[in-house]
């Protein structure tokens, strides 16, 4: 009896852990299967050459490079504010800070990331961007900078956690010995520290990279809604974030051309983040045991 | 010999060194002071516009055209459904997963792929999550853009979230525990149900919480699923329409008059309010259960 009860609760167990095992095959047909019936009516030749994308238009351009670029671009902001502030408060929070500041900052930082997105979406429009306007007056009221910096900020934390998690697993005797040598805390940090928790802080890298691709409020709200095929970041874009959350306000029929560019939208999304993962998932556990 | 004017050198070099040390390490304050300077102008901005628009009725009006007169009061139910259903689903189904990975599947080819999944999901974005959703829940099995189908979505969404953090807290309760309830003659699924997760509930809690906070947040995929920015009238069914708060500041942002803006700032003040209250929880457990084992 004994044994069958624990057999049963065994299998319970099991079905629960292969939800997740179904989980990503779902993803992965209902992206592909909506995909393949939109590439049937769309040559995916013109989906990755052609550089307009006016799918709710008359005259209809199925190509992905304007979405491309517009996450790209929002992405590339985003990246370089948070990666050299991220970088810099993980070095000191790890390498200079008293312990007790470190130990009440690092929570509050991590707010940063707790805050919904939606909420930085309604920074970005209506503080960020009429403050740029005050510096750059030929900025439009939707554009990619303001949504890139105001994303940037919201994955500092990603960043500085992640990476200072991984510079302050990396043994003292390292730090030590580089003192010894008369280095200062400047050249132990970079030269030893850093060099020695490489691993862990390209994951942090690869994870914020990841988040700002697939981020959808912020760019939805202030980046604009018109895809075209530029790198500057005054004008209105749109993300491939941003062009689903556009058709799924509109009235949009199922089996319809429109509803399945979202799919065809959707599963490239998936392929980079999903690529990405796979990177840093390697990396984790490639070098996972190195100082434990 | 060292001459003097090697020395003089090497002495110049050290204070150059000095110099750039302390320079980085204002550097460092600095970056770490912006982090936490936008934070506070961020919620002092958003106080500002908002304060004054929180009333009582507010919370309880429905929604309208004219801004004076809207409230929050459909879409907060509608959040409160969301998170209520969510926490049914995922609580249970993310622990038993957590539970099955960590105590009964052993090492090898199966356990390394479901440990990749789960980490891959981990990182999937929310909106796609959200298409996953409309295929399957609202088109599938016919949910139409119910509360039902948003808080399946959601689930999903935080479940990988919640089996990481159920296995870290199993994996941090001793084995003296295990040890001694096997020796007094108790069964595996004893030994886990008395004693592994009471000792890791505070972990678990933590993780659920968190989980759920970022659920209540939570706006592409609900979008996506068909989440409506006007319901008439608040939820009373899990397959009645409905809307969250965070759709509903959305909707308010997108609209020209200066009314809207104001009410999204009161709102969106609602919302922090519900996460940060949250999130406060979370460490409070975090920090108690820490204790616990050291």
């Avoid at chain 2, 409309?134 to 189908?149: D, H, K, M, T, Y």
Wanted: glycine share 8%; aromatic share 10%.
């Amino acid at each position: 009896m004994r044994k069958f009860k624990e057999g049963v609760i065994e299998k319970t167990l099991l079905t629960s852990a292969l939800i997740t095992v179904a989980v990503t095959i779902g993803i992965v047909s209902v992206l592909a299967f909506e995909a393949i019936r939109f590439f049937k009516e769309v040559s995916i030749i013109d989906f990755f050459t052609d550089t307009q994308w006016t799918p709710l238009f008359t005259d209809k351009h199925y190509g992905i490079l304007p979405l491309l670029s517009g996450t790209f671009l929002t992405s590339a902001i985003a990246i370089s504010v948070a990666l050299p502030i991220g970088l810099s408060i993980s070095i000191y929070l790890s390498e200079y800070a008293p312990k007790s500041f470190r130990k009440t900052v690092k929570p509050m930082l991590e707010l940063l990331a707790a805050i919904p997105t939606v909420v930085y979406g309604f920074f970005a429009l209506i503080v960020v961007t009429p403050f740029l306007q005050g510096i750059f007056p030929n900025l439009s009221g939707f554009n990619s900078l303001s949504a890139g910096l105001v994303m940037g900020v919201m994955i500092i934390p990603f960043i500085s956690s992640i990476s200072e998690d991984a510079l302050h697993a990396v043994p003292k005797e390292l730090r030590e010995a580089s003192y010894g040598m008369g280095a200062t805390k400047l050249q132990t940090a970079f030269k030893v520290v850093v060099p020695a928790a490489s691993s862990g802080i390209i994951v942090s890298i690869i994870l914020a990279i990841s988040r700002a691709i697939g981020e959808t409020m912020i760019v939805a709200i202030a980046a604009g809604q018109q895809p075209r095929l530029t790198f500057d970041p005054t004008v209105p874009i749109e993300t491939i974030t941003s062009y689903i959350v556009q058709v799924s306000l509109g009235d949009v029929q199922h089996g319809s051309i429109e509803y399945r560019t979202i799919f065809a939208a959707g599963i490239t999304l998936f392929t980079f983040t999903f690529i990405l993962n796979t990177i840093s998932y390697g990396i984790r556990k490639k070098y996972q045991s190195n100082y434990e | 010999m060292v001459s003097e004017k090697n020395t003089n050198q090497i002495m110049n070099k050290i204070r150059v060194n000095r110099w750039k040390d302390q320079l980085f390490k204002v550097w460092g304050v600095a970056c770490t002071l912006i982090g936490l300077i936008l934070l506070v102008v961020f919620i002092g901005d958003i106080l500002i516009d908002g304060i004054m628009r929180i009333d009582w009725g507010f919370v309880t009006d429905l929604p309208s055209r004219k801004p004076e007169k809207a409230g929050v009061f459909t879409a907060l139910m509608g959040s409160l459904w969301v998170l209520v259903l969510t926490t049914f689903i995922a609580f249970p189904t993310g622990v038993a997963a957590a539970i099955y990975l960590e105590e009964y599947a052993k090492k090898g080819r199966f356990s390394a792929i479901l440990e990749i999944n789960i980490s891959n999901l981990a990182g999937v974005p929310s909106i796609i999550y959200g298409l996953l959703g409309l295929e399957i829940f609202v088109r599938i099995l016919g949910l139409g853009a119910s509360v039902l189908a948003g808080s399946l979505t959601l689930s999903l969404l935080i479940l990988p979230i919640i089996i990481v953090a159920t296995r870290e807290s199993i994996k941090a309760v001793p084995k003296t525990i295990r040890d001694a309830s096997y020796a007094l003659g108790a069964s595996k699924w004893q030994t886990i149900w008395n004693q592994i997760l009471p000792a890791a509930s505070g972990g678990i809690l933590t993780g659920v919480i968190l989980s759920l906070s970022r659920a209540v947040g939570e706006t592409a995929p609900l979008i996506v699923v068909g989440a409506l920015a006007y319901v008439p009238f608040a939820p009373g069914h899990p397959l009645d329409d409905f809307s969250v708060l965070p759709i509903q500041i959305f909707n308010w942002i997108s609209r020209p008059q200066h009314g809207f803006i104001e009410n999204a700032a009161a709102a969106i003040i609602i919302l922090l309010l519900v996460t940060f209250m949250m999130n406060g929880v979370a460490v409070y457990y975090r920090n108690k259960w820490q204790k616990k084992w050291k």
